[in-house]
């Protein structure tokens, strides 16, 4: 099985690059800074490492400079994810390449595929609607979901948003207390797509979005209540 070493000090966008591998037919190890990182593909050797540049202890550049200097891992692919613009340290590092945070599952996952052979299993999405906010154009839009999945939904409105536009939403999700309650969790997502349907002769526009960011808490919230939809 291949094995995935993901490095990140942030722990919620740790979270959000296991979710986008949660479909995949692999094992992901997880570290929280360039020193745990080295134990772990040390132990491990895995196929891939994905690594963050800016975090505590030891960063991403001088982590990198030591798996390739490794003769037992010099032969590991590298990739460097950052939101910061240091390519040229980073592949003076030897990193194999270099993406910029944020980013979403399909072009996660094609960066992973540039390197070893993952199987990704498809990925349902519910019809289920729940009341969406989005921030757009200096004003908050309030709409609903026409369908989920655990990495992004589809919600409609009549707002034209260009592709690859990254919104800041909540979504109110009930509370497990079965009380009537629901909790607002905030997410970032990517548009990546738009869409219109005839339904009863009336139209319906919308957009299609992948979450690029969001707390581990909100992301297990969504899962949560996704699956207790689906049983």
């Keep these: 099985m291949i094995k995935i070493l ?6 919620n966008f740790l979270d959000l690059e296991v979710s986008f591998l949660r479909r995949a037919e692999s094992k992901v190890i ?4 360039g ?3 080295l134990k772990l593909a040390k132990i ?3 196929d891939i490492v994905l690594l963050d540049l800016e975090m505590p202890k030891m960063n991403g550049i001088e982590c990198c400079r030591i798996i390739k200097s490794d003769p037992s891992l010099k032969k590991i692919p590298v990739v460097m994810v950052t939101s910061t613009d240091r390519r040229g340290e980073a592949l003076k590092a030897g990193c194999d390449d270099f993406v910029r945070k944020p980013i979403n599952e399909s072009a996660f ?14 990925e349902d ?6 009341e969406v906010k989005y921030e757009y154009k200096d ?13 992004g939904l589809s919600i409609i409105t009549n707002d034209i948003i260009p592709l690859n536009t990254i919104l800041n939403m909540a979504l109110s999700l009930p509370l497990q207390s079965n009380s009537g309650k629901s909790e607002s969790h905030k997410y970032k997502a990517k ?9 009863d002769g009336h139209t319906i526009n919308g957009i299609g979005l992948e979450f690029v960011d969001a707390t581990s808490r909100s992301l297990a919230a969504l899962k949560t209540f996704i699956d207790n939809k689906v049983k």
């Design 6 to 11: 993901l490095v990140d000090d942030m722990r």
């Design 30 to 33: 997880t570290a929280k800074d």
């Design 35 to 37: 020193a745990e990182a």
């Design 44 to 46: 491990e050797k895995p």
């Design 109 to 122: 996952l094609e960066e992973v595929k540039k390197f070893v052979e993952i199987k990704v299993r498809k």
């Design 125 to 130: 999405r519910y019809d289920i609607s729940i």
């Design 139 to 151: 004003r908050t839009v309030s709409v609903y979901s026409k369908d989920l999945s655990y990495s």
């Design 191 to 199: 548009v990546m797509r738009t869409f219109k349907e005839e339904t």
